[in-house]
């Protein structure tokens, strides 16, 4: 079975990316190794390999590899197949 979260926002006014939400991701994500991004809500300018090597940096903090859906071949057997615990 997986798990999925979905956060609203990424940024809180005065905080670095993903900073605010870090203590619950870290308890969220407790005992996984990797993490399936899906970058398509990104923001306006940034690719998806720009806005998921971002949330790598958040992910980072509390010791996840996360990996962007763009870099499967295919998204629906990415999300169906990927030897990721979670999506995000």
Do not use: C, W
């Not at 308890?27 to 809500?41: H, S, T």
């Not at 790598?56 to 295919?74: A, Q, V």
């Amino acid at each position: 079975m997986k798990k999925l979260l979905i956060a609203s926002t990424s940024t809180v006014h005065g905080k670095a990316y993903l900073e605010y939400i870090l203590p619950e991701l870290s308890f969220f994500f407790k005992g996984i190794q990797e993490v399936l991004f899906i970058p398509y809500a990104r923001p306006s300018g940034l690719s998806y390999e720009e806005y998921t090597n971002r949330a790598k940096e958040g992910f980072d903090k509390i010791n996840i590899n996360l990996r962007g859906i763009h870099e499967f071949d295919n998204a629906v057997d990415a999300v169906n197949n990927a030897k990721v615990d979670l999506i995000f």
